[in-house]
């Protein structure tokens, strides 16, 4: 089997070159392909020290997908650098700056799509039997454009399954024996029921306030909001639900998540351009600290180093693509939360719309288990994000200003079409 990596010199390709690599599959090579060949070169020399199979460098992207069984798709259009600028421009219009949401994930979107597409009908000229599977966010919509070129795209996200571990380990249940009821979108979605032996398990958690602010790393909502709604968000959803909270926070910390990502990277090439270093010592550090502070500026609480201690068995970026991987090569049937066409899978959807929900995993490929009506709590902002999605997809495959414009306004975190129209011209160059 060979697996090629689309964004290579990206910080967690070691991560992911070792998760494959430490398994049961028959790994004979890993191509590494970034448009960075300098960076490319120092992460793919961790990457070799960690992986179990010859970590490959590519110069050209057909170089690294011709033959590949497997692609995955990393990208960060402008680097962090840009962004930085995405995240600062909607902090400046009184907006949330994070990279996959409101203006900055509406920007970084518009910058990835029209790239991301050109690279999947490159993949699929040179590996047309190959799975895509893509990481590079924003992951729905991103998805969404390259199915457009090809149907062996499958989306793929860590947040939902980490949800799911600390929704099980409040339970005091095994992850890997319960099912996960879940529905949404990429970086919006709610889970609704957890079944163990075939019970519903939620009930427990609605009466114990106490274990339902032990779910997530930090006190993003309120335990007795949690048990009105009778869902359990994703991490994202704060952002939605609480905007002054977040924006709050943001501004007292002088700092943008990106801006603190971007010296932590900075310093982690410094050291590992050090010569004699323990390259993978620095790595693994690099990755602990990272993990510790997500999510802490916009929740105005220290980092989570504790939390971030326990070891997953399911989430986490190389655990979900291996899961994935495992479950197409060996045909098993697994039970996986991924990015896919809804195919009426969410009645109030489009049929072409990419959902996040729980999927059937095999040799076929992904295909999404039944979700049904969605809670009428969470319907409207469902809904609307996913015009949002669909016009942001249209506006950036035409290039047009006005497309922008038009989906921007619809996006649940901008007030009105006059600050949407200010955002375009503010977040240009993107056309």
């Not at 069984?69 to 962090?80: A, Q, Y």
């Not at 203006?103 to 799975?131: K, N």
């Not at 959807?349 to 979700?371: F, I, K, Q, T």
């Amino acid at each position: 089997m060979k697996i090629a990596v689309v964004g290579g010199a990206g910080v967690r390709t070691p991560l992911l070159a070792g998760g494959i690599t430490d398994s049961d599959l028959p790994i004979d090579e890993i191509a590494l392909y970034d448009t960075d060949q300098d960076r490319l070169s120092i992460i793919g020399e961790v990457a070799q020290r960690i992986a179990r199979s010859p970590i490959v460098l590519s110069a050209t992207l057909a170089e690294c997908v011709a033959g590949a069984d497997f692609v995955f798709t990393s990208i960060r259009v402008g680097g962090l650098a840009q962004r930085i600028r995405d995240e600062t421009i909607a902090l400046q219009h009184g907006i949330v700056g994070q990279e996959t949401v409101g203006p900055a994930g509406f920007a970084m979107a518009a910058r990835t799509i029209p790239h991301m597409v050109q690279y999947a009908r490159e993949i699929v000229r040179v590996a047309p039997t190959a799975w895509i599977i893509n990481f590079t966010n924003p992951v729905g919509m991103v998805t969404e454009a390259m199915r457009t070129v090809t149907s062996r795209v499958i989306g793929i996200c860590d947040t939902p399954t980490e949800l799911f571990e600390e929704v099980a380990h409040a339970l005091e249940l095994p992850a890997d024996r319960c099912g996960f009821d879940y529905f949404g979108l990429n970086h919006l979605g709610w889970l609704r029921e957890v079944y163990n032996d075939g019970e519903p398990q939620l009930r427990r958690l609605w009466s114990n306030l106490e274990r339902l602010g032990s779910i997530y790393r930090f006190p993003l909502f309120d335990p007795s909001f949690l048990r009105d709604l009778k869902l359990l968000p994703t991490e994202y959803v704060f952002y939605y639900q609480n905007p002054e909270r977040a924006l709050a926070n943001m501004r007292t910390a002088g700092q943008t998540r990106g801006q603190a990502i971007a010296e932590l990277t900075d310093a982690l090439f410094d050291a590992l351009r050090e010569p004699n270093v323990d390259m993978v010592s620095i790595y693994q550090s690099y990755l602990f600290t990272r993990s510790a502070g997500y999510m802490s500026i916009e929740s105005g609480a220290a980092p989570a180093a504790a939390r971030v201690a326990s070891v997953s068995q399911m989430s986490g970026y190389d655990k979900i693509a291996l899961s994935v991987v495992r479950a197409i090569h060996f045909n098993l049937d697994a039970v996986i939360p991924l990015s896919v066409e809804n195919r009426g899978n969410i009645p109030s959807l489009m049929d072409r719309d990419v959902v996040e929900v729980p999927c059937l995993v095999n040799a076929n490929g992904a295909r999404p288990l039944h979700v049904g009506r969605i809670p009428d709590r969470v319907q409207p902002l469902l809904a609307q994000m996913k015009e949002y999605e669909r016009l942001t997809v249209r506006a950036a495959m035409a290039r047009s200003v006005d497309a922008a414009r038009e989906a921007l306004a619809n996006n649940p975190l901008v007030p009105d079409r006059a600050t949407a129209d200010r955002l375009v011209r503010d977040l240009s160059p993107l056309w």
